[in-house]
């Protein structure tokens, strides 16, 4: 059984930074991509950025290019999003989802995710 947990989240002012962490667990993920998604209230939820573990190719929302990067360690089994520069728009329910990809480019549609994590919250104050 795939389980997701992340952890980081939390309150911080504009211009700050915060790390997501994603502790995967239950398999062997070599042929998984992980996506990390947001949900602000009243929103659809939307792809912030995806990696494929077993490689380099990762995939970034226009609107946090420049300022957000995943990254993988393998060894702990754990995905991270390193966040720079946090606007108030930033403020979301952050989600780590993973699933079955063996090629391709990362899955970028929360439909194709089939594992998901319990979210973190991130609010980022004016």
């Known amino acids: 059984q795939v389980q997701l947990v992340e952890s980081g989240g939390g309150l911080v002012q504009a211009g700050g930074s915060l790390r997501l962490s994603c502790a995967a667990s239950?398999?062997?993920?070599?042929?998984?991509?992980v996506g990390w998604f947001r949900q602000a209230p009243g929103k659809e939820r939307e792809i912030v950025a995806a990696?494929?573990?077993?490689?380099?190719?990762?995939y970034d929302a226009d609107s946090v290019k420049g300022r957000f990067t995943i990254s993988r360690d393998h060894a702990k089994n754990t995905i991270y999003l390193q966040m720079n520069s946090l606007k108030p728009e930033d403020t979301a329910v952050y989600y780590c989802?993973?699933?079955?990809?063996?090629?391709?480019?990362?899955?970028?549609?929360?439909?194709?995710?089939?594992?998901w994590g319990q979210g973190t919250q991130v609010t980022v104050s004016s």
């Open positions: 990696i494929k573990w077993s490689g380099d190719i990762t």
């Open positions: 239950g398999r062997t993920f070599s042929t998984y991509d």
């Open positions: 989802a993973a699933d079955f990809a063996p090629t391709g480019a990362p899955m970028i549609s929360s439909y194709e995710y089939g594992y």
